[in-house]
């Protein structure tokens, strides 16, 4: 038998859909899931208004973990020609662990704007591996690892299109750890800030996710209640878990197979925030969903 699922349709409100609708693309049996789920949070049709959704945007909506690779690789190369005693492979671990320290808790490093922030990072790499540059060196250190970064976020025509379909039919916003500076010029660069009703950024507050505080922030801008508010993301304890005490409704974006987490809850798995988001179109309106050609 084949699972009942809902959608929206213009004359009637809501409408049954089959899985004969889901596309070929998607993975078989997400749809199903996807729908049960929210059936058994949101109620039955699921997708009612009013509702919203927030994303994380790190590894989310955008692919910033490839792209913070390039900028520091760059970075590193180029510090390695100011001084011999760098090796840019031992650089760049220790660029990693100063950043995971120090970007999640921005208020304690003292910065008062991104390129502080930045700087703060790359000293703090740099000292861990014994150098210590002057500050027109750190600066260009700053500027060419930012701009490597930024250079390699392009727009993705398949998510733009797709956003622009579920804005249509929903507010969203996002909600991130990041320095708003930051999140701001890769939704910039992404091509992406047309389609966000809200920012909130966790330094902001001082509050980070999986603190329930940006979350709850996330559902006032959007003007619904927490519990019919989505939150899709890639982090299991910041987004999953976070979004949950909020008393949001998580989706799960998992790029990589991953273990099943510690005690897992029935919480739908996506490789892509495009899979995620085709299928929340399916729900609502399937002729609005846009069409891929498959490669």
């Known amino acids: 038998m084949k699972p009942t699922l809902w959608g929206r349709n213009e004359q009637s409100g809501f409408s049954m859909l089959t899985s004969s609708t889901i596309s070929s693309e998607q993975p078989a049996d997400t749809l199903p899931l996807l729908a049960e789920y929210l059936h058994t949070r949101l109620g039955a049709p699921p997708l009612r208004p009013p ?14 973990n490839t792209s913070l690779a ?27 662990a100063a950043f995971g320290i120090q970007w999640e808790h921005p208020a304690a490093t003292g ?16 000292r861990s591996v014994g150098v210590t540059l002057g500050n027109s060196d750190l600066d260009r250190l700053v500027h060419t690892c930012a701009a490597a970064q930024l250079a390699m976020i392009e727009p993705n025509p398949e998510l733009r299109s797709l956003l622009r379909a579920l804005t249509d039919l929903m507010p969203a916003a996002v909600c ?31 509050l980070a996710k999986p603190d329930p505080g940006p979350f709850r922030a996330c559902s006032r801008a959007l003007n619904v209640n927490p519990t019919r508010c989505l939150h899709i993301g890639d982090s299991w304890q910041a ?9 949001l409704v998580p989706i799960w974006i998992s790029r990589q197979p991953a273990p099943t987490p510690p005690q897992p809850l029935a919480v739908p798995r996506y490789p892509t925030v495009t899979h995620a988001i085709r299928d929340l179109l399916q729900l609502m309106s399937p002729a609005t969903t846009p069409r891929t050609t498959a490669s």
């Open 51 to 64: 509702v919203a959704v927030s994303f994380d945007v790190d590894d989310t909506l955008i692919d910033t």
């Open 70 to 96: 390039h900028g520091v690789r760059a970075g590193s190369q180029l510090a390695a020609t100011l001084t011999a005693r760098i090796d840019p492979v031992e650089l760049i671990d220790a660029y990693h």
């Open 111 to 126: 910065a008062h704007s991104l390129h502080e922030l930045r700087r703060s990072v790359w000293h703090t790499a740099l």
């Open 176 to 206: 991130s750890n990041g320095p708003r500076a930051s999140i701001q010029q890769k939704l910039n660069k992404a091509a992406l800030t047309e389609f966000v009703t809200a920012i909130i950024c966790g330094p902001d507050s001082g």
């Open 239 to 247: 987004d999953v878990r976070g979004a949950q005490a909020a008393g």
